[in-house]
């Protein structure tokens, strides 16, 4: 079956550390996207990416890193500049920008905790 | 700019009661419109999606959703809830495919028996 699989599902980050989410796709989709969900906030974009190689900042980029090597791959860091990194974190893709079919499928989350 | 802005954070109904929750935007663009559910420890799903066809859209597990424009509202309804219904719902607006993707803050939906 084709999806979006997110590991971990449950992340503990340490002061100082570096921490990377991992998100995969063999949905054959263009565009990635990370999203940070906060309690009464709704879903805020970090970064999205419309191809391989190429990414943009979202609404709340500072503090993250992501990259694109591969069409199925988009991981995402949590730096040590992130001062309030615990939230749930979701990625998710879509075919690309500008098709009928807008549809944006989600991963299942991963929860990081800072110690 | 675009915006969206849930009217209700929680919302309680009797199980066999339509639901009503409520959603409104705002675009600079024509926008696309969504109702995504989150079921506790799952994942979102897409209940429904507007993209400029008909204004009343409709979508799985009997909810449907009417686009107004002149209101700027395109509120989520049920005729009749179900125990499973119980969820939280999202309301997103995107303009230009997702490069701009706006998610409401959410409502919690409860299904009392």
């Known amino acids: 079956d084709g999806g979006i699989t997110q590991s971990p599902k449950y992340l503990f980050r340490k002061e100082g550390q570096n921490v990377t989410l991992s998100c995969e796709q063999n949905l054959n989709h263009d565009a990635m996207y990370w999203y940070r969900q906060d309690p009464g906030q709704g879903l805020r974009l970090i970064y999205y990416?419309?191809?391989?190689?190429?990414?943009q900042k979202g609404d709340i980029a500072e503090g993250y890193s992501v990259s694109r090597e591969k069409k199925e791959s988009f991981p995402l860091t949590v730096t040590s500049a992130q001062k309030n990194p615990t939230a749930f974190y979701l990625c998710?893709?879509?075919?690309?920008?500008?098709?009928?079919?807008?549809?944006?499928?989600f991963g299942s989350g991963t929860q990081l905790s800072v110690l | 700019a675009q915006s969206v802005t849930q009217l209700d954070s929680h919302v309680s109904v009797s199980e066999g009661t339509p639901v009503l929750l409520r959603c409104n935007y705002s675009?600079?663009?024509?926008?696309?419109l969504f109702w995504y559910v989150q079921h506790p420890n799952k994942g979102l799903q897409l209940l429904l999606k507007y993209t400029s066809a008909a204004t009343l859209v409709k979508g799985i597990n009997g909810f449907e959703a009417e686009f107004k424009k002149s209101e700027t509202s395109f509120h989520l309804t049920k005729p009749s809830a179900h125990m499973s219904d119980a969820a939280e719902y999202f309301c997103?607006?995107?303009?230009?495919?997702?490069?701009?993707?706006?998610f409401g803050t959410g409502t919690k939906l409860q299904v009392i028996p």
């Open positions: 998710a893709s879509s075919i690309g920008p500008g098709t009928t079919n807008e549809k944006l499928f």
């Open positions: 990416s419309q191809i391989v190689n190429d990414f």
């Open positions: 675009s600079s663009y024509s926008p696309s």
């Open positions: 997103v607006v995107s303009e230009r495919g997702y490069q701009k993707v706006t």
